[in-house]
């Protein structure tokens, strides 16, 4: 970017001999605009008012009018920049000493780039599936584990271990009360009352 100094500075040095006044009326009369002012007012120009400053110089002097030069300094455009040079890719390979150059297995593709004159296919491997599958697995291990589903299963096992335990304690319950209700038919048998019939009448 170029403030109006330095473009002075810039113009005088390629033989464009005019002073600052001068240029302040070329930017106003030919309506070349800043791109950016910063907070003291100061403008700044691109690459693009430059070429116009020196084209509009050219044609003043020539003669041609204000107008004239403006319609002339509509048309120059902007600089195209060149296009980027393709990047090429670089192979892990090709920075390993040669004793180490991993082999390379005749289907298995190391340069994917790619081409527009060929068309490439990835193969894959066994080991290459396996490690899916492994993936896979863990994946739906770790949602069960995560998830209300092992919670409830915990839980649901929980409920019938309790159950069972108080299923038996039920039971134990139960032949306690039989072993009771025996005892009291035996106590009210016949031989029984003659017993606490004799200890009655005896006192």
């Known amino acids: 970017m170029y403030n109006r ?3 002075l ?3 005088n040095s390629e033989n464009y001999y005019i002073d600052k006044h001068s240029l302040d009326l070329f930017l106003n009369d030919w309506k070349i605009d800043s791109i950016y002012e910063d907070e003291d007012g100061l403008e700044f120009y691109d690459e693009l008012a430059l070429d116009r400053i020196k084209k509009g110089i050219s044609l003043k002097a020539q003669g041609y009018s204000d107008e004239q030069i403006i319609a002339k300094l509509q048309k120059i455009e902007p600089k195209q920049e060149k296009p980027a040079e393709p990047v090429q890719p670089i192979l892990v390979k090709d920075f390993l000493p040669v ?13 994917l780039t790619p081409r527009q004159d060929k068309s490439f296919t990835l193969d894959v491997t066994s080991q290459t599936l396996q490690m899916l599958a492994e993936a896979v697995a863990k994946k739906i291990s770790d949602d069960i584990t995560n998830s209300d589903m092992a919670t409830r299963l915990i839980e ?3 409920y019938k271990r309790d159950n069972e335990i108080m299923a038996r304690q039920i039971q134990e ?3 306690h009360n039989k072993e009771l209700s025996a005892r009291i038919e035996q106590l009210e048998s016949h031989p029984s009352r ?3 019939s004799r200890f009655w009448h005896g006192r």
């Not at 004793?99 to 340069?111: F, K, L």
């Open 173 to 175: 319950l139960l032949d």
């Open 9 to 11: 500075k810039t113009l």
């Open 5 to 7: 100094e330095s473009i």
């Open 99 to 111: 004793e180490e150059v991993p082999v390379v297995e005749e289907n298995t593709v190391t340069d």
């Open 194 to 196: 003659s017993f606490w």
């Open 156 to 158: 649901a096992g929980g």
